[in-house]
């Protein structure tokens, strides 16, 4: 395991890190603990597929990308660390997705023990200095409209409803999924959507 740097507090690898807890990128290697991860905790892939994670499930995760009309810079699966070292959460991010300056978290799940213990809240406000500080102006992510829980969680954390949109999923279900934003550098949401049209409410695109 390496050791946090003395002045930083952080690990060479470490993206952030909030209450004892650090990010850092999964290995590929690392996969089956990101499924075990899945499987110890299903409330998420019922919700938003009606059954629990499938045994490729964390694999798919690692491999996607964003779609061809999406460019992007460069993404990163992030496993969420406890001070023991062991597989709590994950997080995918991608940055500059669109546009300059818009980072996307295309997931962030903790394991269903921790929710409403405040690790959530803490980890996401890491997540989004270390974005601050890598020149993100926007923050943007998308939740399945049901997912009470993210809902609220996102809503509570400044994110602003932009667009809806839906969302097939490979299990044949289509999901609604609310589109959401949050501005990082001051400016007002109308600013977001001249920079990513895809966005805008009356867009209709697939
Ligand atoms: C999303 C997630 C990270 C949030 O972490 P958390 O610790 O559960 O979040 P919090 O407890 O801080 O906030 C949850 C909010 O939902 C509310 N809530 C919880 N259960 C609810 C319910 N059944 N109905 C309505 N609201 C509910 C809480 O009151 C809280 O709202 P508030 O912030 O206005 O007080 C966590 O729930 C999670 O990992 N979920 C599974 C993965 C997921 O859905 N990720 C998001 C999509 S990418």
Redesign the pocket.
Known sequence: MTLPDALTGLAPEWRFQARGHHARPLRADEVPLLQALYDA?P??FE??SGRPAWPGEAQEAFDDRPPPEMPYRDQECLGLFGPDGTLV?VTIVVRDMMAPGVWH????????G????????AL?QALEDWAVQGGAQWMR????VG??????????RGFAPVRLREHILSSDRTNLLRVMVKPLAGQPVPAYLVLVPRDRPETDLP
Do not use: D, M, Q
């Open positions: 905790n409330l998420y919700v938003v959460g978290v295309a997931l962030f799940l903790l394991a269903t921790l929710h409403g213990s405040g690790l959530a809240r996401y992510l998308g939740v399945v997912n009470t829980r993210a809902e609220h969680f996102w809503a509570g």
